[in-house]
Each structure stands twice: as structure tokens, then as C-alpha cells.
């Protein structure tokens, strides 16, 4: 299996391009602005797209990608979520009013999209990929994603802040390999980050203590500006764990 980072920003500016991952060429786990890095063929072969939560910057690129490559597919592009996601998109996105709803077009006997809701710890696999949501803790219904192969597993935390049953989740994955995890803010403003259920440098060292697992640890959703500030304190604060940042274009290769 390979990851590739379409968008791992916490904003846009210079390049930057908000959360999206590429998993080989046909599932998308979210959608934000990194999914319009794509070439028109590459966005026609995304089959299946995971979404951790509702939150613009991770959904802001699906609309655009049914606008632009729905009537060339043989099949619906399922969407799978948490089913109140899902309810978001439904009630806020697709709703003819901010987008038209691409489950009815051109006919609901025959859309372009399909929404499929998967709850917590339900597992979905698709050619030898198992993809099931683990428990988040943010301001809005999330889930983190962890995705299965023969060759080890990862994990996206999507957006959150310290959950003790994400931990457990983490901790019961033996052959746990890489672990994409968000800290959006320094400590300067971490009160901005437990307003906004985010992780700062110090929640995040706190929640790497309680690892009984050892995985490759990426640091995402850094916010513009912020970048090697977080870093510096990350760095910092949980040595011995060779946190680094990941990079938009980066890959990542279980085999």
C-alpha cells in the first residue's frame, strides 16, 4: 500500500494545501484542498472517500471532484463516514443550496455519489486495505481512520485532541508502523487549542507517553505560520520519538 500526501496543512498560503491522503490511486481519505493537486485522470480513479469529519478544510474538494469527474464513472463515488458526518453533509453541503446533492443527479436510481455511514471500530476492506474508524475527541463528530494491510498498519488521527480510547485503540494495533497525528497549535495558545479540541506540543508528548506501541510518528495540521515553532517544542517535549512533520508530496510505503 502507499499513502500519498495530496494536503497535511491546518491552513492555506504558500503552497500549503489543507488535509488529504491518496491511498494507492482509488481511495482518498478526506478531501480538502490537497485533493486539487490532482490531474483530471488521477481524480477519476478515486472510487472510495473516508472522511474523519465534517470540517471545511477536509471536505471542501469532494463537491468539485463529483462536478468534475462524476458523469465519466461507471459507478457511483461512495463516501463513507461516521453516520453524523454524514447528516452534516446532507443537511449543510449537499442540500441544493450551498451544492446540489450528487446522490440525486443524474437520477437517484442512478447517482454519482453514494453515502455509506461506518461506525466506530466497523471495518470495511477493499483489495486487501481494511479501513475502520477509531474513536477522536474534537469539537464536531470525528473519528480517527486506521488502515490495515498484510504488511503492518497506520493510522490518521484526523482532527482531535488527547482521547484516552484513541490511545486504547492505538495501544491494542501490535504491528502498528506509522501513526499521522495533528498538533495544530504551540503552547503559547493552548488555550485556543482546548477551545477548538486540538492538540498543542505538550498534549501530544503527554499522549506519546502512554504508547505502548512504537510507531513512525508524522506531525499534521500544523497551522500556517506555526510550523517550526510546534516543531521545536514537539521536539522538545517527547525526545526520543524522532517526530517529524509531514510533508505535502510525501509518500509512505507499507510492503
Partial sequence: MKLTVLGCSGGIGSGRHT????????????????????????????????????????????????????????????????????????????NWKLWPDFRLIPSAEAPWMRFEALGLGEALTLRGRTFRPLPANHVVPACGLHVATAAG?????????????????????????????????ENALVEVAKASKHHWPDSLAAELKMLSVAPEVWITHLKPGNESAIMNELRAAAPGWGVEALLQGQMIVLE
Avoid: Y
Wanted: proline share 4%.
Fill in 153 to 185: 498498519s497506520l493510522v490518521f488521527s484526523g482532527d482531535t485532541t488527547h482521547s484516552d480510547a484513541f490511545v486504547a485503540a492505538l495501544n491494542a494495533i501490535p504491528d502498528l508502523r506509522h501513526l499521522i497525528i495533528e498538533t495544530s497549535f
Fill in 19 to 94: 488535509t488529504s491522503l491518496l491511498v494507492d490511486e482509488d481511495v482518498l481519505i478526506d478531501a480538502g484542498s490537497g485533493l486539487t493537486t490532482l490531474d483530471f485522470e488521477q481524480l477519476s480513479k478515486i472510487d472510495h472517500v473516508f472522511l474523519t469529519h465534517a470540517h471545511l478544510d477536509h471536505v471542501l474538494g469532494l463537491p468539485l471532484l463529483l462536478d468534475s469527474v462524476g458523469d465519466l464513472r461507471a459507478s457511483p463515488l461512495i463516501v463513507h463516514a461516521l453516520p453524523e458526518v454524514l447528516g452534516v453533509l446532507s443537511d449543510h453541503l449537499f
